[in-house]
């Protein structure tokens, strides 16, 4: 087994064995098997328990021992399998107890593993115990990248203690499409808080210009961003998680939950009250001009990059580079692409008059939190913004009328218009027809990236869920199209075989 350096920890009691397996469960993930080493006594079966009770949430799960079954199987959020092979009475019936297959669709959790040393992946990560005066000493070798997610859920352990919150009880909340992860910590009965886990990763290869998509696309790199914007938001009354610690070089944030309602109900619709509440949070937000340099730290001022013609031309590619082939067969002509790209110079040139100000860039049903309590703009809790840009406030209404994972009907669609629009009247100064041909403009940019983005996850990220939003989003860009000036637009993706509804 290729090994980075040998993970040892020193565990005092009972409690600091159970906080390892809490640990470690945020750390494994489907086909990792963990093969828990030492004498009757060290440890192995309460640390498995620990692993199996946070992965299922629930202190109480009953985990009997697999002794005499030799497995015992749990379908969590990640299926495991824990395995006894003290009574195993030949290594070849690991097989037949289905181990490949367990492994190949969760988690193995295996107790004494000597029993069948050769039949276990060369891959995995061997934990042993041993007693060391009135505690136990773990230590743990794996491969180097199961040992890097290892050392990060200890990174983040090692910055909660610092942050105040020694022993506190960490949970898996939840991943995103982008490389962020979040965990719900638990200082007390009361109030929990959220980690989010934001690692840095190595730039990927150069796509325009000598720079990688992200920096392209203006996506943030560092939590610098995040927050900036956090903070500048939440001193103009919006509701923002407030920071309580963050450690920027290792991409580490604790901040605050706003809670756990969002504007969509049990089945997945809209309710309408709260996309209207958000829509009036979002004409408050364009009320007023949020400064482009926003100081951080004594030492980092964030400047808010703009939503130039670069940006927005690389992210509209995704249909050419992605959707076409996928739709039709065949990748785009030279002729297509060139065409494509200068319809959409024209269409940026359009937007030298729009309205700009700060755009939060996915402003919709994920990203925003109901809070009932509260009143005003204070009822939407606002949470994912690191990627902001300066550009035109249409983007965002085009991003919350036209939610990229919940269905608007055409009647709320035009209840939510309305509602903007007549709060942007009030305010005065609002230039209607300008800013619905930049509404239109955005829309089709927004979803023509989107027609590229949800095949671009199915085919390089092995993600096919978010192809259930494609007829969505097509349907949306139909309605964008409707503008006169987006007719050539219109023409050119009819000829190209784009908007037709995929099933």
Known sequence: MTTSDTISLFLKDEAATIRLGEDLALALKAGDCLALSGDLGAGKSSLARAILRAIADDEGLEVPS??????????????????????????????????????????????????????????????????????????????????????????????????????????????????RAYEAIYPNAAQRKILMDWRPHPEGPPVYDGKPYPKVAHLAQDAYPFVAIADALRERGFATPEIYKVDYIKGILLIEDLGTEGVLDDDGQPIAERYRQSVACLAHLHSMQIPQDIPVSPTHTHHIPDFDRTAMKMEVQLVLDWHIAWKRGTAPTDGERKEYLAIWDHLIDELQSAETNLLLRDFHSPNIIWREHEIGIGRIGIIDFQDAMIGPTAYDLASIVQDARATIEPDLFRQLMDDYLSLRRAQGGFDEAGFMKAWAIMSAQRNCKLAGLWVRLLQRDGKPGYLKHMPRTLTYLRVALEHEALAPLRDWCARAGIGQSES
């Open 66 to 179: 697999p002794t005499f079954t030799l497995v015992q199987s749990y379908d969590l959020r990640i299926p495991v399998s824990h395995f006894d092979l003290y009574r195993l009475g030949n290594p070849d019936e690991l097989t037949e107890l289905g181990f490949d297959e367990a492994l190949e669709n969760g988690i193995c959790l295996v107790e004494w593993p000597e029993m069948a040393e050769g039949e276990l992946p060369a891959e995995r990560v061997a934990l042993t115990l041993h007693h060391e005066g009135s505690g136990r000493r773990a230590m743990i070798k794996a491969s180097d990248p199961q040992a890097a997610r290892i050392h990060r859920v200890l990174a983040i352990r090692t910055f909660l203690d610092d942050a105040g919150y020694p022993d506190v009880k960490r949970r898996f909340l939840t991943g995103d499409a982008s490389l």
